[in-house]
């Protein structure tokens, strides 16, 4: 595979997804584009979803607190879109696993619709399964003994979630749930994979390097919650949803639903707190509210609070 390369460190933030479009737009089926970047490219992989549906494999790694690289490999659509074949092929976790990896994946996957505000499992018992995200958006949200509950992980499309507690054999960290409207996911039982791993050692590589990247992600977020003052955390939970460009512009789509008391999960404080810091953000022109939720944000000043 040829490999192509955009570090956006250097450019203005409202130049940089302009500047990756064209890259992958030049590139030819099955050929890579790395992306060097400052923060989690979270907006940037929205909008590949919204711009570029189905043409894409996204690979993301987090190398230091200022520094992500990600593997966009632009792909052809196969002719068998909606196949669990298909959709395992744009998963980054079976990205370099084998075609027996692949079989016994299909014939061992099970789906499941999960429906807003229900759990696809509760925290601390076990989940014996590798989970996918098919469609939708999935959180793992951890509750504490004074009730506050904290945002651990989100998982998009084609990402996976259960991994620690898969391979420890241990119970989930937190309850899985759709932050917004529902969700789809396949649902890979623990025996399958573990044995995939014995007799796949690309894919046994991939499991680990998930797991040591969640790994680092909650550790810089429990830091994060821990030793920023609230109206910080507000502005972090929302930086993913910033577009790049210069001033206000409108948030991403996934921000438009949300709410305050699940801006408060995902800052680990409670609404009322958050409504606090909302005030704060709109009054210094980071945010602008329309009906309590958020509408518009510009990226520079609420990065300023991170």
């Not at 979270?42 to 990600?70: A, C, I, K, N, T």
């Not at 949200?141 to 989100?154: H, V």
């Not at 639903?257 to 704060?280: D, K, P």
């Amino acid at each position: 595979m040829t490999a192509h390369q955009v570090d956006v460190r250097s450019l203005p933030t409202w130049r940089r997804h302009r500047e990756v479009f064209a890259a992958f737009d030049a590139l030819r089926p099955a050929e890579e584009l790395r992306v060097i970047s400052d923060h989690e490219p979270r907006p940037l992989r929205y909008e590949f979803d919204r711009l570029r549906e189905g043409r894409f494999v996204w690979m993301q790694r987090q190398h230091s607190d200022d520094e992500w690289r990600v593997t966009i490999r632009r792909i052809d659509a196969p002719g068998r879109e909606g196949t669990l074949e298909d959709f395992f092929a744009r998963c980054a976790a079976l990205e370099s696993a084998s075609e027996a990896t692949h079989r016994a994946f299909i014939a061992a996957a099970t789906e499941r619709i999960i429906a807003y505000r229900e759990a696809l499992n509760e925290q601390g018992m076990e989940w014996p399964y590798l989970g996918f995200v098919r469609e939708g958006r999935l959180g793992m949200i951890a509750g504490s003994a004074n009730g506050r509950e904290r945002l651990l992980f989100e998982f998009l499309p084609f990402e996976t979630f259960g991994e620690i507690s898969l391979v420890d054999g241990g119970t989930m960290l937190g309850r899985v749930a759709p932050p917004f409207g529902s969700a789809r996911a396949i649902a890979v039982p623990r025996n399958v994979v573990l044995k995939q791993m014995d007799d796949d050692p690309a894919f046994a590589h991939a499991i680990a390097l998930l797991c040591a990247q969640r790994g680092r992600a909650l550790a810089e977020r429990l830091e994060f919650l821990a030793g920023r003052s609230t109206v910080e955390r507000v502005a972090r939970a929302l930086l993913p949803y910033a577009r790049p460009d210069f001033g206000l512009a409108p948030v991403l789509a996934p921000a438009r639903r949300m709410s305050q008391s699940q801006l408060a999960i995902a800052a680990g404080t409670v609404r009322e707190v958050a409504a606090r810091a909302l005030f704060e953000l709109e009054s210094s022109g980071a945010i602008q509210l329309e009906g309590g939720r958020i509408a518009r944000i510009d990226r520079a000043k609420l990065t300023a609070f991170v």
